[in-house]
């Protein structure tokens, strides 16, 4: 590689490490108590617990519908949903109005068979943590932000694969030179650490740059596919009194055989439009599992108004969310996870250490450009 070559992806390497490197470093910090926020908050008390109910029959969709709305009165249903690794829950979330803001939402579990309110979910430390993780408090424009230093990140891993020939060309794989100065040898793992968080590194960026363009998506979907979908109900009041829970349950089932309801939005939420319920439905089979497929369904009768599968666009933000956190191995994939986190963080330190170490260490008159040694940091 010759040198002029090298100094241009050394200086993309340098930037776009340096740029996001405080960023990194709060995503990589609140990303690992994320890993093992289930048990997080089992810990504290903060994850309702279903009843013990052997062999009884769970409640049917109205019922917990209802339970929902005694729990919460004066506010209506947003969504009503069924956690496949939490059988024995479900979930519902009221709002002031069917279109209100997901900060004014409120979350409750109840026990799947009984329909008693468990208590409320995502209440919290951890909420901070996820808020800090997703948005920093700064709503759209925080996610996108944070979604433009995943990319960065993912540049900066990039451009250090390919600056790792040049300056490791004479060395075996993996050599730690512990007769070298300190500096290099803090090189050396620097360059090991990024080298097996390598794999790991660039697909939890990216997914994670995915997962900040959710609304956009949703949005795109809802002004192509859904509109589409909703055309010929155009003009058509919302409904007065909605269909029975039970009913748009039983239809969506039928217009889409092998499948089982994931969640369901109400008529006037984000996922709908204002005369249609929107069943999501999920496979049985670990892909399919975190694939849906939306059945529109009319407000007031329940009858199914059309089925159609999500564009490829939403179905690579639906598998992208499990491979950004880790959620869909069990805890011996949450454990690499967060070991790989932790080695993320030594990686992104040393390279910080490294570059202000070159700084302090600069001579007047010297180029910042290659002089034999490696640009910094990752």
């Given amino acids: 590689m010759r040198a002029r070559t090298v100094r241009l992806w050394s200086v993309v390497h340098t930037w ?32 309702p ?74 209440i919290g430390p951890m909420l901070i943590v996820l808020k800090l993780h997703t948005d920093m408090f700064a709503g759209q ?18 451009s250090g694969v390919v600056l790792y020939w040049p300056f490791t060309r004479r060395l075996r794989f993996a050599t730690i030179r512990d007769s070298a100065s300190h500096r290099v040898r803090w090189l050396d793992w620097h360059n090991l650490i990024g080298v097996v968080t390598l794999a790991w590194a660039l697909v939890v960026g990216l997914t994670g740059a995915v997962n900040t363009w959710a609304e956009l998506m949703l949005s795109q979907w809802k002004a192509t596919e859904l509109a589409s979908m909703v055309a010929p109900y155009a003009g058509k009041p919302p409904p007065v009194h909605l269909a029975s829970l039970d009913d748009v349950v039983a239809c969506a089932k039928l217009a889409a055989p092998g499948t089982e309801v994931a969640f369901i939005a109400f008529p006037g939420t984000p996922f709908t439009s204002s005369h249609h319920f929107a069943a999501f439905m999920r496979g049985d ?62 990686m992104i330190g040393s390279g910080l250490y490294l570059w202000l170490g070159r700084r302090r260490k600069r001579r007047p008159g010297r180029s910042d450009a290659f002089a034999g040694r490696a640009p910094v940091p990752s």
């Fill in 49 to 122: 617990r279903p009843e013990a109910h052997a062999g009884a029959a769970r409640a049917t969709p109205q019922v917990v519908a209802a339970a929902a709305l005694a729990a919460d009165p004066g506010r209506v249903l947003q969504y009503v949903s069924w956690d496949k690794d939490e059988p024995g829950i479900v979930m519902a979330f009221t709002n002031g109005a069917p279109d209100g803001a997901p900060d004014n939402a409120t979350m409750r579990a109840f026990d799947a068979v009984s329909a008693k309110l468990l208590g409320p979910v995502g």
């Fill in 285 to 346: 089979t670990a892909l399919t599992a975190r694939l849906l497929k939306p059945v529109l369904l009319d407000g007031e009768t329940g009858e199914v108004a059309d089925v159609r599968a999500l564009p490829l666009y939403l179905q690579a933000l639906l598998i992208s969310q499990p491979l950004h956190f880790g959620d869909y191995g069990g805890m011996p994939l949450k454990v690499i996870w967060a070991a790989l986190d932790g080695l993320t963080i030594a």
């Fill in 141 to 158: 424009a925080g996610k996108l932000f944070l979604g433009t230093m995943g990319l960065l990140f993912a540049a900066a891993i990039v």
């Fill in 16 to 47: 776009t490490s340096l740029i996001s490197t405080l960023f990194l470093l709060l995503l990589c910090l609140t990303g690992l108590p994320l890993i093992f926020h289930h048990e997080i908050d089992e810990l504290l008390g903060y994850a």
